[in-house]
């Protein structure tokens, strides 16, 4: 399963370095001037989980295997981008094909460090973003209600389709996200929304880019930030995306040397992921043995046939049963063979819901 972030923002507030430091490859162009990034940047990156080191010290394995989330840095919007403003629409395209918004925003001043709209302003920034994203659902859901008006005249579902569709441009037109919309929860909505990828209803993370001082210290933009979040039921992380660019030429024990010595626990990184998982309910599962420790992204509240097909559809097709042990099982009997000892492995079939770190074998035929 495959899970994508896309880093948005104003020009030159530290997205493409943000992705570099996230990413660890440095393979989006940062520089001081707008629109520095023209194609969106894309890196595959593994999620991070100790529990796979800890599986990995008992079973030994040939390798070991992280999920893994897409990051896509996004050239920086503007005003106007949604009529085609700066670089445009073709940005904002790139950002429906992602499931996770994260908006850096600057909370940090610097006199050497051009800002396109002259001054620090985060909840202006945000504004400006979000109002782009908003205006361009407007455009495609007008579209959407003229090819309705069409159809209802023929298709008895067209109808509902077009009422709810009028109601989103309703709210829309009043410069307020989807993503507090009234009818959210409606399958008509839901159809649309599947369709339309509506910019204005993904999940977003506020990424708030600060200076070392920031890291230890709210500052007074990074509060006005939180307070803007706090009301939109979203979740600010605080990074300083220069540091975390810094953590790319270390390795695990030095960057966690470093960070401690910053007094802080996590990277950007961690946070972020922990986050995205969070926002769309997803976990994983592990699989153990001695040619690969393998972490497996799924939905919360899965079947275990269903989990099963991220491995290979056809143990979702032939499904038998599911031989599980929970993390904390098998890391306290000392493996597979310690946990069976104990009575700790269960036989599962195709009604058990898979819980967040359950080791896991299938049994399939086809």
């Given amino acids: 399963m495959g899970l994508s972030v896309g880093i948005v923002g104003l020009p030159n507030v530290g997205k493409s370095t943000t992705f570099n430091a996230l990413t660890k490859a440095q393979n989006a162009e940062s520089a001081n001037y707008p629109f520095c990034t023209i194609e969106p940047n894309k890196a595959v990156v593994p999620v991070p989980d100790s529990r796979l080191d800890e599986l990995a010290k008992i079973v030994n394995p040939e390798r070991i295997q992280h999920s893994t989330i897409d990051f896509v840095d996004i050239a920086g919007l503007v005003k106007g981008a949604s009529k085609g403003e700066g670089l445009g629409n073709k940005f904002l395209s790139n950002i429906r094909e992602v499931e996770v918004i994260l908006h850096m925003v600057r909370c940090f001043d610097d006199g050497n460090i051009t800002h396109v709209e002259g001054s620090i302003d985060p909840i202006r920034d945000v504004e400006i973003i979000e109002s782009e994203l908003i205006l361009a659902d407007i455009e495609q859901i007008e579209k959407k209600i003229e090819k309705l008006k069409r159809e209802a005249k023929s298709k008895k579902d067209a109808a509902k389709k077009l009422e709810i569709a009028t109601k989103i441009k309703e709210h829309l037109e009043e410069i307020k996200p989807l993503s507090n919309f009234e009818l959210r929860d409606d399958e008509t909505f839901q159809e649309l929304d599947k369709e339309l990828r509506f910019l204005s209803n993904k999940e977003v993370i506020y990424g708030a880019n600060v200076d070392e001082d920031g890291l230890l210290e709210d500052n007074e933009y990074v509060k006005k930030l939180q307070a803007y979040a706090n009301e939109r039921g979203s979740e600010v992380i605080k990074l300083c995306a220069k540091i975390e660019e810094e953590l790319v030429a270390l390795d695990e024990d030095e960057a966690k040397e470093f960070l401690s010595e910053l007094g802080v626990e996590e990277s950007g990184l961690e946070k972020i992921i922990k986050s995205a998982f969070i926002k769309l309910n997803l976990i994983s599962y592990f699989t153990a043995g001695v040619k690969e420790v393998r972490s497996w992204t799924?939905?919360?509240?899965?079947?275990?046939?269903?989990?099963?097909?991220?491995?290979?559809?056809?143990?979702?097709?032939?499904?038998?049963?599911?031989?599980?042990?929970s993390y904390e099982d098998f890391i306290r009997y000392g493996g597979e063979q310690g946990a069976k000892d104990a009575g700790k492995m269960r036989l599962e079939g195709k009604e058990y819901v898979v819980q967040d770190g359950d080791v896991m074998h299938f049994r399939f035929n086809v």
Avoid: C, M, Y
């Fill in 298 to 325: 799924i939905t919360k509240g899965w079947l275990a046939p269903k989990a099963a097909s991220v491995i290979h559809n056809d143990f979702e097709k032939g499904f038998i049963r599911a031989e599980v042990i």
